[in-house]
């Protein structure tokens, strides 16, 4: 299943739909959400997802390279994860990766 989400991130990033216009309805921004909160397990991982998948597809064309790569990196590895210890960890092995 994961790979499935990479694979479908990857194609909605590259798209050049995906930089043009973010309203309330747009429709890569809900599958980003009913993809990626699928497997949710925990409230604060559920944040953190909706949050990245905002940021990706109603503000990405505000995003530097950066911020867009750790918004993904929250994506490609919050899925599933119970803990709100972990979720953490997981948020600010992203920054810094992306030197945030």
């Known amino acids: 299943m994961r790979n499935i989400t990479y694979l479908f991130l990857s194609i909605m990033l590259a798209s050049p739909l995906s930089a043009v216009a973010f309203g309330p309805n747009n429709s890569d921004y809900d599958q980003c959400i009913l993809i990626s909160l699928r497997n949710s397990e925990s409230r604060q991982a559920a944040t953190s997802i909706r949050d990245a998948c905002d940021a990706l597809y109603r503000n990405g064309e505000l995003l530097l390279p950066r911020e867009k790569s750790y918004h993904v990196c929250v994506l490609q590895n919050v899925q599933g ?19 945030m």
């Open 81 to 99: 994860v119970r803990d709100a210890f972990a979720v953490n960890e997981i948020l600010h092995a992203c920054r810094r990766q992306n030197q």
